[in-house]
């Protein structure tokens, strides 16, 4: 769980020159789909931080971040 812990710090700190990162859960396959605000997003774009992929996408102009994790293996 710490590394989990350590992840999502790193995550956050690495999206945060584009706006509010939000943690949306985690997924088990490639691009996916979390609700935000009545409605289906797409986390379309992916970083590598320490054995994870960050699945994010940007919502505004320096808005809100929604970003999942994956593991990699």
Excluded: I
């Excluded at 710090?9 to 990162?21: D, I, N, S, V, Y």
């Amino acid at each position: 769980m710490e590394d989990f812990a350590k992840t999502l710090k790193r995550a956050e700190e690495r999206l945060r020159f584009l706006g509010h990162p939000v943690f949306r859960g985690l997924s088990d396959r490639p691009w996916p789909m979390v609700a935000w605000e009545g409605r289906m997003v797409r986390l379309s774009r992916e970083m590598r931080v320490e054995g994870w992929s960050v699945w994010y996408e940007v919502l505004g102009r320096k808005g809100v971040v929604l970003f999942a994790l994956e593991a990699r293996t």
